[in-house]
């Protein structure tokens, strides 16, 4: 079945430097999404990523936060300069196909979202 | 903003008991999602709840999605150690992006 990869797993950092988070979506999928996780929170949007540019992020994602697809298959999240409350499990989760109506069947699509291993980011 | 709660925080219960977690939005959603996350592991999608009122079920679960679509529960009939982890509820308010909101989570505890 295919799934969606993310690499480090575990990335430890000191405050300032910059980061690459790395995933590979599903190869299919249009619809690219990070996320991150706090211990013990819950899961928080960040970003959302289609047809090679953002489509809509949070307040969190800003200006030290950027995101790519260098060549059509990873989907990078960079944070230029690391702070110790960024230290979270970030996720990342594609979708193959966004649904809003039913269909001629009656049916909704399933917006399914796909989610990654992440990666959990240790800032010191 | 949209904000997804969700209640209890925490729930411990004997293997073979029920459980049921509640969530609920600020404002009405376009769809709500439910996803488990085991310790350590990632959230993984359990199922879609589209229209007003609908119940779906899979297996020992039972998902309701409320009249005004702001607000959902899952129960789970006598529960397995398997059943252990959060459970997360994922407000879609529509739009382009779908961008999931996610809820608290309620932590599962199964005891033997």
């Known amino acids: 079945e295919p799934e969606v990869t993310q690499t480090p797993s575990h990335q430890v950092t000191q405050m300032g430097q910059e980061v690459i988070l790395r995933c590979v979506p599903i190869s299919n999928h249009l619809y690219f999404y990070w996320y991150r996780q706090i211990l013990g929170q819950k899961v928080e949007f960040l970003v959302s990523?289609?047809?090679?540019?953002?489509?809509?992020k949070s307040e969190i994602f800003d200006d030290q936060f950027s995101v790519e697809r260098p060549d059509g298959s990873n989907f990078t999240l960079k944070i230029r300069s690391t702070k110790l409350e960024d230290s979270a499990m970030y996720f990342c989760?594609?979708?193959?196909?966004?649904?809003?109506?039913?269909?001629?069947?009656?049916?909704?699509?399933?917006?399914?979202?796909?989610f990654g291993p992440g990666t959990r980011l240790t800032v010191l | 903003g949209q904000q997804v709660m969700q209640i209890p925080q925490y729930q411990h219960v004997q293997e073979g008991e029920d459980f049921t977690t509640y969530c609920n939005s600020s404002t009405t959603l376009s769809n709500i999602q439910w996803y488990k996350q085991r310790p350590g592991g990632h959230p993984v999608f359990l199922i879609q709840?589209?229209?007003?009122?609908e119940v779906k079920k899979q297996k020992r679960l039972t998902f309701q999605f409320g009249e005004a679509k702001k607000n959902s529960s899952l129960h789970i009939t006598a529960t397995q150690t398997t059943d252990v982890g959060t459970y997360f509820c994922a407000g879609n308010y529509g739009g382009a992006t779908n961008k999931l909101i996610f809820g608290t989570g309620t932590l599962l505890a199964v005891q033997p």
């Open positions: 989760a594609s979708l193959g196909f966004l649904g809003q109506g039913a269909g001629t069947s009656g049916r909704y699509p399933r917006n399914e979202q796909f």
């Open positions: 990523f289609y047809n090679n540019e953002i489509s809509e």
């Open positions: 709840l589209v229209k007003s009122g």
